[in-house]
Every structure is written in C-alpha cells, then in structure tokens.
C-alpha cells in the first residue's frame, strides 16, 4: 500500500469515522482491567472487526483477581493551636494498593520524608509509622532514557533523519513524566504492610498539581501482598497521593505529631473475574506459511492510552480491502496491560534481550503457533498525543504547542545486522505521509539501549526475535483518567484528530511494504 496524493489507502475508513470511534470510546468511561467500561468497548471492538470481511473473529476468556477503587478521601485532626483540620485534597488512589472498611483506617500520620533512599533499605525506614499512616515524598520522576534507548533516526520537517534523531535525544536526556514514577521507583507497599502501616499518604513533588491529578499510578505493582494478588479479606496497604503543596502542608502539620489522619479507600475485589482478549486473523493470499502480527492493548484510563484498538479496526478494513496480502495477518487486542503483575509473562531471549514484558506475552504464550510462524510484529499505541508540559517560569501545566515525539521502536530480526528494513520502512511511510498533507511528525525511531527498556505492548514480540515496528509515545498525561476541569473528557481535548489519522496511515503504508519483502530481509 502507498498513500496517494489525497492522503487515503484503499478500505481505509476517513477522519469522521475514525474521530467517531474515538469518541465512542471516551464514552465507555475509564476501561481499567475488566471494569464495565472495558467490557463494552472490548465488545464493540469485537463486533466491529466481526464485520470486517472476511476476518476470523476469536476471544479468549481470561480470569484474575480485579481490584477497582469506589471511594478514597483522605481528612486530618490537629489541635486547635496546631493548624486547620479537614478534608485534605487528594489527587488520586494508588491503584491495587489495599482497602479500607468505609470509615476508613486512623492514625497519627508520621513522616517518612523522602523516597527512594539513597541506601535502597527500607525495612528500617518504615518502622516510625508502625500502627500509623505514613507520609512519603515520592522524588521528581526525572530520568534520562539515554540509557534506556537509543535514537536511529527521525523525522522533523526540514531536518534530515539524523538530526531529528539527535532532537530527540536531547529531548529524552531530561524527561519530567508521572509515568517515569511508577515505573522506576514505585513506592513499596509491601515493606510497609510488613512492617505495621495502616496506609500510606504519598506526595507528588516537582509537579504542577492539574498534571499529576487522576494520574493512575502505577499500574505495573503487584498487590501488597505474599501472594501479590488482592483478596476480599486482605486490606493490603491502602494508599492515596496528594500534590506537592498538599504534601509539604501536610509535612508541616506532622512535625508537631499530634496530627491524626483517617484514610478511605474502599474498593471492589473480585477473584475470578473475567475479561477477554479479543484476537483474530485475515489470510493471506500468499503461500509463504508466515505471518504479521498486529498488536495494541485495550484497558485503561483515558481517550489515548487504550486508542491503539481503534488503529488496528481501521487497519483491518484497510488490509481486508487489498486485492493480495502476502503473509497472514493476526490481529491481537489484548486485556492486561493495566494489571501487568498478573497479565504478563516471561519470554527469555537473549539475542533480543529487553527489559519488560507486555500483556500479549500471555496471547503469544497461549498461541505458540502464531508467533512461531510469525517474522514481524507491528505496535500501535497512544494515537494522537499532543505535548503538554509544566512551564518552568509559571509552574503551569500548559500545551508545548506541537505533537508528543512519535518514539517508534524499529528493530530487525538480526540486531546485529547494518540493514534494517523496518526502519527504512517506517520512516519512508512518515514521509509519504506527511508529503501527503497529513501531520506524522516529530518522530524519533529507537532501539533498546544499554539498559534494554522496550517500552509498551510491542516488548514481547521483540522477546520472541520478530522484528518490530512498535509506535509508543509517552506523553505526561499517559495514565490520567481526565483532568481537573473537564474529567469526563479523560482527556480528548489533549488529542489531534489529523495526527492520530496520519500515525494510523504510515503503519499502513508500513506493513504493505513489509509484506512484500522477504523475510531474510526483515
């Protein structure tokens, strides 16, 4: 496939339809693992790729244990000579962290200070809260992905390729991001439970409160406990966040220790709950006996982290409408991304070594077959971001005024070898589209680092030696379930619309040119 001049490809649904689904999805509401918001959009994905002609529709019925918060608030007492009691403002529950019974749990709230420790010891530094709720000042989540990942080239309007992969570098060497939090240094819920604490109050720092507000983080920690799964009867150790100015007021009013805090979380725990994996194929007109696999994930908080299923319905229409495709096409929505702890699974190789698996580790490992015949996996995740950031001089959380770097990793199947056909490909693709007038840019292609991080649900198919076109961009408000003022938009007016359709047509226009390569060249 080639985006002509107009900028379509063949079967390819237009703009209207695709922004539609968007907004269809928006309202499904939060899609967290196996949540009623998540079963109805994964029911209208199956029913729309169902109608896809000819396209082999299947499910997988998965179980787990499914935590989901109702009701968190956090209020504090302190003498009349101490301060203001009340409501203290919370900007959201740290998910999968415990519960409480409706009243809450009470205690004198003791502060920790800062974490992570320099020593990396934490037994020692819960044991003050002991029978208390401790406050903790999670550190500012910047981290340099220099190396985590490694740019190979890009595109940016009036720059050659690598130029624009020398922008992004700079711009990945100093990265503010809430996503980088519960990532890297998640606070460890399971330490404090071990050691006696009745909850946790964690304070964000360094960042504008309207960015760090219905931020669901993490969402790659385990439950506090033994077994790492939540139970009706195990209160694990409930947690809330609050923002920097929360937290050092709260830190204030600790000092005197004579401050009690009450801290609600109840929640919904189900074990055995179901949620589905929705999968299916389109043949090949070739007699190759390989195929491509096409991936995303579909639960989560908002209008672009969980878009990628809307990518892959237009890409089923657009392939199933081309006269011969080579290889077989496997299309793999898969539930679990947002409760990774019990949806991932271990593939070791280490000719591809990486660090972190996605929750189509469990969709490979069910179906050997196909990722066995298998030689190219393509990822298409968080379609549309624009870029926001906090403002250095206001301390603003405001629009860059540009799109979210389009960060791509490309890999061949041989990582050592000088040629790298899905690289090639990808960037031709944005190009043709962008001269097609449709907006794909900036766009960075990557590949694991010395610290191999291979972000999103394309680490797997790496894992396993395919090679790999896997869009992921991390914009700031990846895990926000909406923001302060209009939540119910879980951020769509954070989304464009053209970019969102021009990221979709150069994955199109990539897997055609892939598809017709063989697979020593891949």
Known sequence: MTVTTGGTAAGM??????WQW???????????????????????????????????????????????????????SVPASAGRPGTVPVTYYYPYSGQTPPGGVTGRLVDLGLYPLASGSTGAFWAPARGEIALVRAAPPEFSLDVAQTATGGYVPGQISAMAAIEYAAYAAAQANPLFQGIFEPVPLLDAKNAGVRGVVIAWTGLPDDEVVNQYNPFTTPYPAASGLPAPGDPGCPAVWVGD????????????????????????????????????????????????????????????????????????????????????????LVTGHFQLPQFSRTI????????????????????????????????????????????????????????????????????????????????????????????????????????????????????TGLGTVS?????????????????????????DQRLMYGQILALAQTIGTLDALPASAL
């Open 13 to 18: 649904p237009g703009l209207p339809e695709v």
């Open 22 to 76: 968007q907004q269809q999805l928006v309202g499904f509401g939060t899609r967290y693992t196996g949540s009623s918001g998540h079963a109805a959009y994964v029911d209208w994905l199956a029913g729309q790729l169902s109608a896809v002609p000819g396209f082999q529709m299947r499910t997988d019925r998965l179980t787990f244990s499914r935590w989901l918060a109702r009701e968190f608030s956090l209020t504090v």
């Open 245 to 332: 100015a929360a937290g050092a007021e709260l830190a204030g009013l600790a000092a005197g220790g004579q401050v009690t805090a009450t801290l609600v979380l109840t929640a919904d725990i189900t074990t055995g709950a179901a949620t589905e994996t929705v999968w299916g194929w389109l043949k090949g007109s070739g007699d190759t006996g390989q195929h491509i696999i096409i991936n995303t994930h579909t639960d989560g908080p908002n209008a672009v982290e969980e878009n990628g299923g809307l990518g892959l319905l237009a890409l089923a229409r657009h392939l199933a409408a081309l006269p011969a495709r080579n290889r077989d096409m496997y299309f793999a």
């Open 348 to 463: 070791v190789n280490p000719v591809h070594p990486e660090v972190g698996q996605g929750a189509v580790s469990t969709w490979m490992l069910d179906h050997p077959h196909i990722w066995q015949a298998a030689v190219l996996g393509v990822t298409a995740e968080h379609l549309g971001a624009t870029m926001w950031t906090d403002d250095p001089e206001t301390g603003q959380y405001v629009p860059a005024g540009g799109s979210e770097w389009g960060a791509t990793y490309t890999m061949p199947r041989d990582v050592l070898s000088l040629i790298n056909a899905e690289k090639d490909a990808y960037l031709s693709a944005v190009r043709a589209v962008n001269a097609s007038g449709w907006p794909d840019h900036p766009v960075a292609t990557v590949r694991p680092g010395s610290f191999p991080a291979y972000f999103g649900e394309g680490s797997s198919l790496y894992a």
């Open 471 to 495: 869009l992921c961009p991390s914009p700031t408000y990846l895990l926000q379930a909406g923001d302060a003022q209009q939540p119910q938009l879980l951020d769509l007016d954070k989304l």
